[in-house]
């Protein structure tokens, strides 16, 4: 949009043998943009005696006006559209907005892992990772309490940074491993808020990276014990919040 601002109109009456009578207005045109335009119109009216011809002319004269006024309005606004919308494209690649998704996925398949912020799923962290080579066993580590009551899935985890920033350490955990068995019921899985020990060397252990960055070990899920055959499908969620979770789905074949 502009506005437009009339600076100055005046007429004058050359007193010669043709008794020319001139009229000038020019219009200054101010778009939103901070960009201005000035549009010139000149008419030169001869034999002002005759009121038929003025009145002929003044109406040329106010048309090519308002034309000129129409035509400049049109292309000022067509302007600060395409910068809007640039803008906007600009905006929208800034924020590399990324909606949950699902995906089956096989153990030694290199995928995209993802998280977003919650409420507008603003990317947060990019890793290409893959999983692999999955095995269950029991009685892992010095805690008798724990190998009473769970087995465990073990599954060796590459990964690399392929964001343009640091990823956070928490990004990803056992923790994202969801297990369910051939009726599509979950199998229960260690969830208490304490710490798990370190149940073997090489165990993978959380930790930030810069852009490039890798890590690498191997995952230990805690579940309920005499359960591992019963396992055929292993999700892994990108966010606890299910809204806001992408899913890669391993699929085991009984």
């Given at each position: ?240 919040n299910a809204d806001n979770s992408s899913q ?7």
């Amino acid at each position: 949009m502009f506005k437009v601002h009339v600076l100055f109109s005046f007429s004058f009456l050359l007193n010669n043998t043709k008794g020319r009578h001139f009229n000038y207005t020019t219009a200054l045109l101010k778009q939103k943009n901070g960009f201005t335009i000035y549009s010139y119109i000149g008419i030169i009216y001869e034999h002002k005696h005759l009121s038929e011809r003025n009145y002929t002319m003044k109406r040329i004269a106010t048309g090519l006006l308002t034309l000129g006024v129409l035509l400049a309005g049109c292309s000022g606004n067509g302007a600060a559209t395409a910068n809007d919308t640039a803008k906007g494209k600009s905006e929208e690649t800034e924020r590399h907005i990324h909606e949950p998704t699902k995906q089956d996925v096989q153990f030694g398949e290199t995928f995209t892992y993802i998280t977003t912020e919650s409420a507008r799923h603003e990317v947060l962290d990019q890793l290409k990772m893959k999983v692999e080579n999955m095995r269950i066993e029991s009685n892992l580590g010095d805690r008798a309490e724990l190998n009473e009551e769970f087995d465990y899935l073990l599954l060796d985890v590459s990964m690399e940074n392929i964001g343009q920033s640091e990823s956070d350490d928490y990004t990803f955990s056992y923790r994202k491993f969801t297990l369910y068995n051939k009726n599509g019921m979950e199998i229960p899985t260690y969830t208490s808020t304490s710490s798990l020990p370190e149940f073997m060397e090489g165990e993978f252990k959380g930790a930030k990276l810069r852009p490039n960055g890798k890590n690498e070990g191997t995952i230990v899920v805690p579940f309920a014990k005499d359960e591992g055959e019963n396992i055929s499908e292993i999700i892994l969620d990108t966010s606890a919040n299910a809204d806001n979770s992408s899913q890669f789905i391993f699929k085991l074949s009984k």
